[in-house]
């Protein structure tokens, strides 16, 4: 099973949203609903959305995590609603292997009052890349209702319009992976991230040409998804799975160390945009147009209820 490509391009962000036709949602969207359902994963091609804008996230976040330890430890918090660094070792997201030979800043667009890191660029850059991909994913759920052949097609976009603000869990999130050199010493099994599956409802990823990212095939083996030039990498989350009945699909992914020393020796860097529905929507379900309904979530939960369940067990 390989991940496939959709074009984009009929409703990327060059356009502004009320000049695309229902005609190219429905078009796009068949192909995310197939990507969605089968594979988890989707290339976005042509969004309209500057790669320009990631390097300039990646080279401030650069600068970020290249500050002594101490510096950035001043902003570890355990609060989901608060921009946070990770230290290398905080994050195991699979008990049965070592921790993950990451470190990250989790960043909140929240009216917050916790201190910011004094780096030059990172506050502009990051707020500016959350605005893109928040335009970018209602535009992406917006297709999908009308893939899903949803009732009301915009009901997956109307339940996420507070993205990047407050009553959203959303966030972006800024990984370094550090360089495994010579005087690295790692733990048997260890992995730059562990398998895992997102919990929110999708999530954009942006990832550099260093490799590593894995999924999981319907057969239980891991495939490599290399970078190409010029795409995102769109995923499903667990809450989407959840909310949809499993008619989409939370695919399991992990980062493994690439065997070519030279390569492993870089530094990998990768963006991660994680989107949830607003707290308050109720995920049931979503009534479909053809003659078969769908059977709801086993569990009643609001969107906030099963976020903070993922998040506080992962990151006990």
């Known amino acids: 099973m390989l991940v496939p490509v959709v074009d984009f391009s009929k409703c990327n962000l060059q356009y502004d949203s009320d000049a695309i036709s229902e005609h190219s949602f429905k078009e796009i969207g068949r192909h995310l609903h197939e990507a969605c359902k089968t594979a988890g994963f989707a290339y976005l091609s042509y969004t309209g959305l500057p790669r320009s804008k990631v390097d300039t996230v990646n080279e401030a976040a650069s600068r970020f995590f290249s500050r002594p330890l101490e510096y950035k430890t001043r902003f570890c918090s355990d609060s989901p609603k608060t921009s946070a660094y990770t230290r290398l070792g905080d994050l195991t997201l699979n ?3 070592p921790f993950d030979h990451l470190e990250g800043f989790r960043v909140t667009m929240k009216n917050e009052d916790a201190p910011w890191p004094d780096v030059p660029g990172l506050k502009e850059s990051t707020a500016e890349l959350s605005r893109l991909c928040k335009k970018l994913l209602l535009r992406v759920l917006s297709a999908l209702g009308y893939g899903m052949d949803l009732k009301d097609p915009q009901i997956l976009a ?12 959303s966030r972006l999130k800024l990984i370094h992976y550090p360089g495994i050199t010579g005087d690295v010493v ?9 398998e895992h599956t997102d919990f929110g409802s999708l999530t954009l990823l942006f990832q550099d040409d260093v490799g590593g990212l894995q999924v999981q095939g319907s057969d ?3 495939f490599d998804v290399p970078f190409i030039p010029e795409t995102i990498l769109l995923n499903v989350g667990d809450m989407m799975e ?5 008619r989409l699909k939370s695919t399991v992914h992990r980062v493994v160390i690439p065997e070519d020393p030279v390569r492993a020796s870089r530094v990998r860097r990768s963006i991660t945009y994680f989107a949830n529905a607003d707290e308050d929507v109720l995920l049931t379900n979503l009534p479909a147009n053809d003659s078969v309904q769908e059977e709801a979530p086993k569990e009643c939960l609001t969107s906030k209820e099963y976020f903070l369940r993922r998040f506080q067990k992962s990151y006990a």
């Open 158 to 169: 109307d339940s996420h319009k507070l993205l990047n603000c407050e009553g959203n869990f």
């Open 95 to 97: 008990a049965n292997r």
């Open 242 to 246: 959840f909310w949809t009945s499993g």
């Open 186 to 194: 790692l733990e048997e099994g260890q992995l730059r991230i562990s």
């Open 220 to 222: 239980g083996e891991f």
